[in-house]
């Protein structure tokens, strides 16, 4: 078992039913489905508002304490993921009423996205700068990587849609 799966899941701030699929996690921000895997055994406290995960596949038991911890976690408050535009004429455009987020990124046309409901947007910083914030975050990871796979990131020119989690090398350029 893994290290964190040890130790017992709280969940004081929202409140968990079993479904028969599934584990339906509501909180102040709205509700969210946790699919319940065979191989594992959820030992629910009602009282002290815990969960015990158990299994013999560490690795699952492990993926799935982390999954339900990020679920418990995010219906209270967001997920935030944030992207930046590097480049020469770089920016961006959100409509709000169409959900449709335009990004001029390098391309002889702008490239646009529909921006699912679920994910909020706030562009910052002379429209190189965008916030996404949602309750789902393995939804919003996605999503953003779809984003990042519009334009890149460019090792050499150091240009390309960014993701502010993620860590890139550059080189230098040929001589």
Known sequence: MSKLARLPLSYKTVSIEKNNE????????????FKINNQIKYDFNEEKKEVQISGENSALVGTNYRILLNSIKNVNEPAIKKIKLVGTGFKCNFDSKTRILTLIVGYSHPATIIVPSLIDIEILK???????KCINKEFLGQFINKLCNLKKYNVYTKCGIIDEDKKYRTKERGK
């Not at 509501?26 to 509700?31: A, P, S």
């Not at 002379?126 to 996404?132: A, E, K, L, W, Y």
């Open 22 to 33: 599934f584990f339906i996690i509501k909180g102040k921000l709205g509700t969210l489905n």
């Open 126 to 132: 002379g429209d190189t700068n965008i916030h996404f």
